[in-house]
């Protein structure tokens, strides 16, 4: 019954939230919307994972509704813009200085991974995820400074695409050694997250067509069917098993932390802000921190470990979390609404940057728990755009 009411109310806040902002990516809509999508899968398709519970759908709509309401309010207010802000273009110098250098920079990561990986896998991929996940501490410096520039080459596509530094011979080559780096990475969150950035922006200046979106999603779920196949992801699991626990396995998996069948003793803020805790540790300040430790497996029955975007919220302050927290990411992300939509081009790239983690939102957070890149995009991105002027007296 109360999944009904929930169809209900999820219904109404993505018309009223459509009626409000007349866009189809106003952060409203888009939650309101795709949570709506979810919950009618979940309760239509044949799946075999556990029924959602009651505490589910009440956390849902604790995280929705703030959040819709919030954000749709701050994208209607006039709030005031810095004017070293308003530059309508990247700063081009920054484009014919370092375009070239980030391509040398892309090939000798690429290069570098070749080396390294086959010590921890088969191929290029699975052996650059197991060194990434489970042989973190003895990765050398030099391979994380060019994961750094590889973040900052992923802004600088995003950044300069619509300018006319796009049609450089320089740019395209980025785009192809980004691309290929993603791929050997074996990173699906950034790979999504370049494609939706692409398809936002693609929105944006007007270009999209709906064939032109279906083919890049297409595109999209086909590279990460290899991914898996050639990663070895899903030894234990059919194809069709795997998908449903990246679509739909979060939510029930989630659910298991609401009723107490799966928790984690970690001190309150730990798990949100994971990234500031790792500072801590380096610091020698962590000692007395209970860390997140969500690496184990939950059965929903499939085996999962990822719980939805509420998951890190809830752990930490329980349900007061999910609100107040849907409070204040609704008004941030309602704030660069506003701004993106007013034509401010820093904020249209930043909107397009961080685009996925609405349309992600069912899996995970994406800005608390990778937080240290989500400060890299949003630095990188207003160095590109900014201009300083220094005088001489």
Sequence with gaps: ???????????????????????????????????????????????????LSDLFYCALLLWCIPFCVCSLAFSKFNLPIPKILLWQMPNMKIFQKLSLLLVLLNVILLCFLNTISKDYGDNIMSGSRNMFIYHEDELPA??????????????????????????????????????????????????????????????????LTFSRMIICLLLLVGVMTILVLVRGDAEDVTLTEYLLIYILSPMPA????????????????????????????????????????????????????????????????????????????????GTLYNFMRRGVKLFVAIYALFFHALLLAFFADWIFTFLSLSIQYLFISHLLFIRFKIKYE
């Design 1 to 51: 019954m109360l999944a009904i009411i929930v169809v209900v109310i999820l219904s109404f806040l993505a018309l009223f939230s459509y009626k409000c902002s007349h866009s189809w990516t106003h952060p409203a809509f888009l939650t309101s919307m795709l949570w709506l999508i979810m919950v009618l899968c979940y309760n239509v398709l044949q799946h075999g994972l556990y029924p």
């Design 254 to 333: 989630f659910d298991l932390i609401l009723k107490g069948d799966l928790s984690f003793n970690v001190t309150p803020g730990a798990a949100t802000f994971s990234s500031i805790v790792k500072v801590l540790d380096v610091m020698g300040l962590g000692d007395n921190i209970k860390h997140l430790d969500a690496s184990g497996w939950a059965y929903v029955p499939l085996p999962t470990n990822v719980y939805t975007n509420m998951f890190n919220y809830y752990v930490d302050f329980g349900y007061w979390g999910i609100f107040l927290f849907a409070i204040l990411v609704g008004i941030a992300w």
């Design 142 to 207: 030099l391979l994380n400074y060019l994961m750094y520039f590889l973040n900052v080459s992923v802004v600088f596509i995003i950044s300069y695409m619509y300018t006319y530094g796009a049609k450089s011979i320089s740019f395209k080559l980025l785009f192809v050694a980004v691309l290929i780096v993603l791929l050997c990475l074996g990173n699906k969150g950034g790979i999504a997250c370049s494609v939706f950035a692409v398809l936002f922006l693609q929105y944006y200046y007007g270009k």
